[in-house]
């Protein structure tokens, strides 16, 4: 039995959930959205994980989809030796020159553009900020002298974020390029794009995509550097959806700054009527341990609260010890607060008279209405399944049932709080297709005699325009 939350999961495919059974378990426990983490991906094992899923949804009705997210540009240092500890005071040469064993003295950056790119006075974090660096001199050709700010011991091939340089680096590395074609091929129903720093590195992924796909594959921009943050506005405008990755933005920001930055962030995401993800260590102890702690369920909660239309899981589902409990135990979380009162949601009505105007319009007062009303259900009709992204954005209290005929998005809008999405291929008249919906919707125990339903279409009905009709029926 699928659950009733209304707040979506994604959770990231790995080692731990491999065998089409734990897969199963976790759909069954609630996940709506699986993530292929390309950082950690082979392709022949990423096509059996999306073939058992699509093969699950085939059997059993779901609608679960996938997301793939590419790695991004993620600076790293060279091999070091063993034990190399640097201490406070201590200076040291990054090289980019040659790719040298790193000692306590002088390490290889990965990074050919780093000299040239950074200035004296801005730091250089490692390890996830475990370790600090400020730049003293650079040459702008292959070495830069730094002082150690805060010491540790300096591991191999560590991760490296600059939070005061603006890097030259675009978000598609090469690898990202081929990762990215090959998740087009797979008809990933989303991808997200790491380190999004303007709406340029999303142009270029749109290109990327129309080049090899004759669908539009929406796309997820993942906010973490504080460049990200100054354009955000323009960045709102150029993707599908948002996601606050707390990760890397908790070390290229003061990670006590993090909280009202992600609260920002979904309420711009909301104004904008576009879906937001938050992700990063939600239930992290739950990888070795059956229990969380007080504080990832209130971080889980606070999220649901905050208005995000999903939480999602990395290590907890990709190498844990517990997948499927993971699951059930954040399905527990969502469920006991998802409904409360205090949840808001921002009052902007749709002012800008474009071609979606009507449309805009007519989603709004369908999900106001429903609410006045006390309508069980708001069903719609669509091809492209924008419809489903405005509803879903006022989050009404009613269920939102999505009827397609286009098997593209039948597992894309499974990202959407709220949103259940039916196969519906049938080419009838408007008061058919509505007495014909109602019956389906009656029949799935959405709705029963007596209740009020909004049905939402586009007439006339085979022409698949825009939805410009609002009806309200009562179950017979």
Known sequence: MLTNKKTKIVATLGPACSTREIIKDMIDAGVNVFRVNFSHADYND??????????LNEEFGYTTAILGDLQGPKLRVGVMEEGVVVHDGDLIT?????????????????????????NPGERILLDD?????????????????????????LKSKKGVNLP????????????????????????????ALSFVKTPRDLQDLQELIAEHSEYKIPIIAKIEMPEALENIDK????????????????????????????????????????????????METMITSLTPTRAEVNDVANSVMDGADAVMLSGETATG??????????????????????????????????????????????????????????????????TAFQISAWRPNAHI??????????????????????????????????????????????????????????????DKGMVNTLRVSEIE
């Not at 904008?272 to 260590?281: D, E, H, L, N």
Request: net charge positive.
């Open 321 to 386: 010890n517990y997948p499927v409990q993971v699951i059930q135990k954040m399905t527990q979380i969502i469920e006991a607060v998802e409904d409360s009162p205090l949840i808001q949601v921002p009052q902007n009505t749709p002012q800008i008279k474009t071609k979606r105007f009507i449309t805009k319009t007519i989603c709004h007062h369908a999900a106001t209405m429903a609410n006045v009303i006390k309508a069980k259900a708001i069903c719609t009709l669509t091809n492209s399944g924008y």
């Open 94 to 118: 990054f090289t980019t020159a040659e790719d040298i064993l790193g000692t306590a003295k002088k390490v290889f950056m990965k990074y050919q553009n780093f000299p040239n790119d950074v």
């Open 46 to 55: 990423v096509k059996e994980k999306i073939n058992i899923i699509r093969g």
């Open 164 to 191: 005061n340089t603006k890097i030259s680096l675009p978000a598609m590395t090469e690898k990202d390029i081929a990762d990215a074609i090959f998740a087009i091929g797979q008809n990933v129903d989303w991808i």
């Open 129 to 153: 900020g475990k370790l600090i660096f400020e730049i003293v001199e650079t040459d702008k050709k292959s070495e830069v002298i730094a002082r150690v700010i805060q010491g540790g011991e």
């Open 235 to 282: 960045i709102v405008a150029y993707c599908d959806a948002l996601m606050v990755a707390r990760g890397d933005l908790g070390v290229e920001l003061p990670a006590h700054e993090v909280p009202l930055v992600q609260k920002e962030l979904i309420r711009r995401a909301k104004t904008a009527r576009i879906p937001v993800i938050v992700a990063t260590q939600m």
């Open 401 to 462: 049932l999505v009827f397609t005929s286009n098997q593209r998005i039948l597992t894309q809008l499974n990202l959407l709080w709220g949103v259940k999405s039916f196969m519906y291929t049938k080419d009838v008249s408007t008061d058919d297709t509505v007495t014909d919906i109602n019956e389906i919707v009656k029949q799935k125990g959405f709705v029963q005699k007596g209740d009020f339903l909004i049905n939402l279409a586009a007439m006339p009905i085979k």
